[in-house]
């Protein structure tokens, strides 16, 4: 049996995969198990931030695998405390909690908004609002957050206690009038829901009324954050100052790693068997998050804004492509042709893209040259235009 045979027989089909197996790569370029290469232009899902077997990265990875692997969390590990103290110096934020992907940061962040609202308002105060269209993970609970209907039918009963709504100040409001709540829980850039960014009129809004009535912000940064989108995340392009922030996905540059920021008003919330996590703040894993993390400075997000205008520019006005949407590297176009089908005839043709909802995505390496990336949007320019 071939692996896609395999593949069909022995692992739950809960994916609907490109039929392409992929066998290494370097940098931006993914080879599948005939050599044939291809380039990469949304680094798993973000994941990959500088590229396939970055040689900084591997560095700091195998360092840390020759000392130990793993200790437990009864034990201090240097590298997790580095990491945190890294993320709090640079967000402002106060206090980390690490998990291993972006659903557990974001469960993390629930329970601190529930204990939060509970000491400060009681304990019928535990409404979460979130956005329509939004994704926050795969759990119940999470699922529960997730503003997309189409993925909660066939699970309910969900977690209670969240209400999803329109990011728009007036909707926003009405839904503040008609229940108790606890925090807001918003991406800057709905990546899942087809890579459409907040606006500036609502993050204000936001910001307003969770100052006045003492409503968290909880910023899931789980795609949008670690550089994604031109600044270390997200928030800090609309002037945010979330309570909470989550992110996983990027941070690791491959390796799995959730964490989940605390400020100021819920620093210390949390008291030793609140939350735990058995893999959390693995060493390797927090390891290659301090190579990334040290190298997305300034110059370096200077240069990923650089390439995002580069990319909009090829890409606006272009034949057969609507529209283009999104912050930094990570971008969003809204193609005449199915954007499923667009993705299908560039891999054919030597190129990954993502897609989000009906929109073509592109999330590639923070670091991928402007060769390959001008080569790779070059590809979907013709496979837009083609008939
Ligand atoms: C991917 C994603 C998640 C879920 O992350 P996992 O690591 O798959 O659990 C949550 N929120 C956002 C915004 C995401 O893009």
């Given at each position: 049996m071939n692996i896609f045979e395999l593949d069909d027989l022995y692992v739950a089909h809960t994916y609907s995969r490109f039929p392409l197996s992929i066998k290494k790569g370097h940098g931006s370029v993914v080879l599948d198990e005939n050599g044939k290469e291809y380039i990469d232009l949304g680094s798993g899902i973000a994941v990959n931030s500088f590229g396939i077997c970055d040689e900084e990265w591997i560095k700091a990875v195998s360092a840390q695998l020759t000392m130990v692997q793993h200790t437990s969390n009864l034990y201090y590990s240097e590298p997790c405390i580095k990491l945190a103290e890294a993320l709090c110096i640079r967000t402002g934020m106060k206090m980390v909690f690490f998990s291993n992907s972006g659903a557990e940061a974001n469960e993390c962040a629930i329970k601190a908004a529930r204990k939060y609202a509970e000491d400060?308002?009681?304990?019928?105060c535990f409404t979460i609002i979130t956005l329509n269209n939004s994704f926050h993970g795969r759990t119940l609970t999470t699922l529960a957050a997730t503003g997309q209907e189409a993925f909660h039918k066939d699970f309910l009963p969900l977690t209670p206690g969240f209400v999803h709504c329109e990011p728009e100040p007036e909707a926003l409001l009405k839904t503040i009038f008609e229940h108790k709540v606890a925090a807001i829980m918003f991406e800057v850039v709905r990546g899942e829901g087809g890579v459409v960014p907040m606006s500036r009129e609502f993050a204000d809004t936001i910001a307003e009324v969770a100052k006045n009535e003492d409503i968290l912000l909880i910023a899931d940064?789980?795609?949008?954050g670690n550089g994604r989108c031109g600044k270390l995340y997200g928030y800090m392009k609309y002037g945010l100052t979330p309570d909470i922030v989550t992110t996983a996905k990027g941070l690791g540059g491959g390796l799995p790693l959730g964490v989940t920021m605390l400020g100021e008003k819920v620093e210390n919330v949390f008291s030793p068997g609140m939350n735990g996590s058995t893999f959390g703040g693995n060493p390797v894993c927090c390891a290659g998050a301090l190579s990334i993390l040290g190298r997305i400075n300034d110059d370096f997000l200077a240069e990923v804004e650089k390439k995002s205008e580069f990319v909009f520019k090829m890409l606006e006005g272009a034949e057969g492509v609507e529209n283009v949407t999104g912050l930094g590297l990570m971008i969003g176009i809204k193609t005449k042709k199915p954007a499923k089908q667009v993705a299908q005839e560039c891999m054919e043709k030597g190129v990954l893209v993502l897609t989000a909802k009906d929109k073509v995505r592109l999330l590639p390496a923070l670091n991928i040259p402007y060769e390959l990336l001008e080569k790779g949007v070059n590809v979907i320019k013709n496979v837009c235009l083609a008939e």
């Amino acid at each position: 049996m071939n692996i896609f045979e395999l593949d069909d027989l022995y692992v739950a089909h809960t994916y609907s995969r490109f039929p392409l197996s992929i066998k290494k790569g370097h940098g931006s370029v993914v080879l599948d198990e005939n050599g044939k290469e291809y380039i990469d232009l949304g680094s798993g899902i973000a994941v990959n931030s500088f590229g396939i077997c970055d040689e900084e990265w591997i560095k700091a990875v195998s360092a840390q695998l020759t000392m130990v692997q793993h200790t437990s969390n009864l034990y201090y590990s240097e590298p997790c405390i580095k990491l945190a103290e890294a993320l709090c110096i640079r967000t402002g934020m106060k206090m980390v909690f690490f998990s291993n992907s972006g659903a557990e940061a974001n469960e993390c962040a629930i329970k601190a908004a529930r204990k939060y609202a509970e000491d400060k308002k009681g304990a019928d105060c535990f409404t979460i609002i979130t956005l329509n269209n939004s994704f926050h993970g795969r759990t119940l609970t999470t699922l529960a957050a997730t503003g997309q209907e189409a993925f909660h039918k066939d699970f309910l009963p969900l977690t209670p206690g969240f209400v999803h709504c329109e990011p728009e100040p007036e909707a926003l409001l009405k839904t503040i009038f008609e229940h108790k709540v606890a925090a807001i829980m918003f991406e800057v850039v709905r990546g899942e829901g087809g890579v459409v960014p907040m606006s500036r009129e609502f993050a204000d809004t936001i910001a307003e009324v969770a100052k006045n009535e003492d409503i968290l912000l909880i910023a899931d940064e789980v795609q949008t954050g670690n550089g994604r989108c031109g600044k270390l995340y997200g928030y800090m392009k609309y002037g945010l100052t979330p309570d909470i922030v989550t992110t996983a996905k990027g941070l690791g540059g491959g390796l799995p790693l959730g964490v989940t920021m605390l400020g100021e008003k819920v620093e210390n919330v949390f008291s030793p068997g609140m939350n735990g996590s058995t893999f959390g703040g693995n060493p390797v894993c927090c390891a290659g998050a301090l190579s990334i993390l040290g190298r997305i400075n300034d110059d370096f997000l200077a240069e990923v804004e650089k390439k995002s205008e580069f990319v909009f520019k090829m890409l606006e006005g272009a034949e057969g492509v609507e529209n283009v949407t999104g912050l930094g590297l990570m971008i969003g176009i809204k193609t005449k042709k199915p954007a499923k089908q667009v993705a299908q005839e560039c891999m054919e043709k030597g190129v990954l893209v993502l897609t989000a909802k009906d929109k073509v995505r592109l999330l590639p390496a923070l670091n991928i040259p402007y060769e390959l990336l001008e080569k790779g949007v070059n590809v979907i320019k013709n496979v837009c235009l083609a008939e």
